[in-house]
Structure formats: structure tokens, C-alpha cells
């Protein structure tokens, strides 16, 4: 074997040693630039071709060898190449990669937040701020500061879940009820003042058609001199109105709340039968929306106002007023995450 041939064997075989080493395709490039290119390695051996002395016969069988061998390479490279990109040639891979992609799917607000947007654009008409507080409370906001001492009746129906240290009550809660928010503005806000407090509240309450361990609630308390039963009636009336049309109507019966004095429940003319008796309402002509009164001199009290202070309030619950919206009898499909429902509802895209 001829020196030459000696050379051309060792270039070959060290261009294939680094070829194995190359790690990414950049290096592969790197190992034709050095090898293959205008300057490389493999290429400066066909200078060889033009040596004078070099015999016809020597040069024919040099030039095969020299392409041989950039043939080899040549392939190696293409070969390393594909085995870097882990994917067979598109050729065979079955994918047409020159076909449109899926358009991504447009977001839609969730229904209930849907149902929350509108109950709180109607009281910001009146005048009402919005105002949110933190989900896990201590009992003082959440049932002391409420009227609703340890002892008292109505905290069984309230009491929820507590956080624990160690396996023992901390005072932290989650909360049953928006209105530790209402506490949390009076204990750092005077009179005047007009909000409304939606968020997720928690209860003991097994879960059936119409109750879940979690929903939301939007309440509302209002704190101005002179304030009447007549100005909540005014103001719940007026909110009916927006969310439900002209026609509708409200009907205050009285009812019992720890935090408030005189109470009443609400309820609305069945807007499926207009009050004429249907399956819906129970053939009464009357769907139970929401809790209202006058706030108690007792949360006055615990708040630092002064004695004589009046007010209202007002809470409800957002899945009943989205169930009676949509005619939706189960509070489940809420919470089930099934798109085949969400989907019905395709307000609120964002």
C-alpha cells in the first residue's frame, strides 16, 4: 500500500471516529467543514491529482479511491444526521408536515363567574364597590363579630371547616359566609359606605342536587344615617329588575339572622311560570332568592361605630340564581369540569 493510500486510510477512519463523537447536529457540521470543505482535509488529498509525476494509471486508481472514500463519508454524515434528529425520514414517517395545525380552542368564562359578573355590574349601577377578602378567616370575623357567639343556636348550621395543628383547632377556618369581609372593611372604613363582597364560602352541607360543601355568594351591606327597610327593599327590587327584567318581583317574608334586626328572606316571582304555579317553584308561584335585614346594633358594636348607626344587608346564593337563570337542576354540574356543558354557555369569552 503507498504512502498516499496510507493517508487517505487514517484521514478516512479519524473523520469517522469524530463522526461518532459529534453530540448535536452542529458538531456534525463541524466535522464536514473539517474534512469535506473548501479546505478540509479529505479535500486537500485531490490536490494529489495535479502532481506532474503522478502516472495516468496511479492517478485513475487515486481518483476512485479519493471518491470512495468522500462518498463514505458522505453518507456517514447524512447518517448521524438523521440518527441526531431521532425521526426517521419524513418520507416514511407518515406526517405531512405541510398540512394546517388545529386552531386553539377560545377560553369562555365559567357560567358562575358569568352569573357573578352580572350580579355585581348591577349593584355597581347603584353605587356599591366591590370588595374580596381572604377564604380562610378567624372566628372572631367569621361568627363573633357576627352576633354569632360559640354558644349560640344558628353557629352549628355555620360551622365549618377549621384548620388544625397537630391535630388541634388553630381558630383558623374556612369561611362560611362572605360577610367576615364586611367585618374586615367596618373594623378599617366609617360610614358612609355601600359594598358588595362575592366569593367561595364552605359549609358542612352533604352534597345533593341543591347543596355542595362549597358555592359562591355575593353579599352586600350598605351604612348610612337614616338608612330603612324600605331602602333595602328599594335596592333589592331595582337589582331584581336588572337581572331578571321588569316584571319581575320580590316578596319579603320574615325570617330569623343572627346579624341582623328585623330579617327577611326574598323571594322572586317564578320567572318560568310568571307566578302562575309550575314544577319549578313547587306550584307556589315563588322562588326563595336570598337573606336581607337591618344590620345589627350587636356588629355595630363589635366594629367600633357609634350606637345609633344603621344599615342593611343582603346576601345570596350565585349557583341558585345561575340554576334558576338557566333552568340547570343539578348544583353538580357546576363543579364536574364537563365541557359538554360548559360549552352551553358561551358568554363571556375572554
Not at 78 to 91: C, E, H, I, Q
Request: glycine fraction near 10%.
Amino acid at each position: 500500500m503507498s504512502q498516499r493510500e496510507v493517508q487517505l486510510e487514517s484521514i478516512t477512519a479519524e473523520a469517522l471516529a469524530a463522526l461518532e463523537q459529534a453530540k448535536d447536529a452542529a458538531a456534525v457540521e463541524a466535522v464536514r467543514v473539517l474534512y469535506l470543505g473548501r479546505q478540509g482535509k479529505l479535500t486537500e488529498q485531490f490536490s494529489a491529482m495535479k502532481d506532474p509525476g503522478l502516472a495516468s494509471e496511479e492517478k485513475g486508481k487515486l481518483g476512485k479511491q479519493l471518491n470512495a472514500a468522500k462518498q463514505r463519508l458522505e453518507e456517514a454524515l447524512a447518517a448521524r444526521r438523521t440518527n441526531l434528529s431521532g425521526s426517521a425520514p419524513a418520507k416514511s414517517s407518515g406526517i405531512d408536515a405541510t398540512l394546517p395545525g388545529y386552531p386553539p380552542s377560545i377560553g369562555r368564562s365559567h357560567p358562575i363567574s358569568q352569573v357573578i359578573d352580572r350580579i355585581l355590574n348591577n349593584f355597581r349601577a347603584q353605587g356599591f364597590s366591590v370588595v374580596q377578602g381572604p377564604e380562610i378567616e378567624v372566628e372572631r370575623n367569621n361568627f363573633d363579630a357576627l352576633n354569632i357567639p360559640p354558644d349560640h343556636p344558628s353557629r352549628e348550621g355555620f360551622d365549618t371547616f377549621y384548620m388544625a395543628d397537630h391535630g388541634k383547632r388553630t381558630g383558623y377556618l374556612l369561611r362560611s359566609h362572605t360577610s367576615p369581609v364586611q367585618i374586615r372593611f367596618m373594623d378599617t372604613h366609617k360610614p358612609p359606605l355601600r359594598i358588595v363582597v362575592p366569593g367561595r364560602v364552605y359549609r358542612p352541607d352533604a352534597v345533593d342536587a341543591t347543596h355542595c360543601f362549597q358555592f359562591h355568594q355575593v353579599e352586600g351591606l350598605a351604612v348610612c344615617p337614616g338608612l330603612t327597610f324600605g331602602d333595602l327593599k328599594g335596592t333589592l327590587i331595582a337589582w331584581a329588575r336588572g337581572m331578571f327584567g321588569e316584571k319581575a318581583r320580590l316578596r319579603f317574608r320574615p325570617h330569623y339572622f343572627p346579624f341582623t334586626e328585623p330579617s327577611a328572606e326574598a323571594d322572586l316571582s317564578c320567572i318560568f311560570c310568571d307566578g302562575k304555579g309550575c314544577r319549578v317553584c313547587g306550584q307556589k308561584g315563588w322562588l326563595e332568592i336570598l337573606g336581607c335585614g337591618m344590620v345589627h346594633p350587636e356588629v355595630f358594636k363589635a366594629v367600633n361605630y357609634l350606637p345609633g348607626t344603621t344599615g342593611f344587608a343582603f346576601g345570596m346564593g350565585v349557583e341558585r340564581i345561575a340554576m334558576l337563570l338557566h333552568g340547570i337542576e343539578d348544583i353538580r354540574y357546576f363543579y364536574e369540569n364537563d365541557a359538554r356543558f360548559l360549552e352551553q354557555f358561551p358568554g363571556g369569552i375572554r
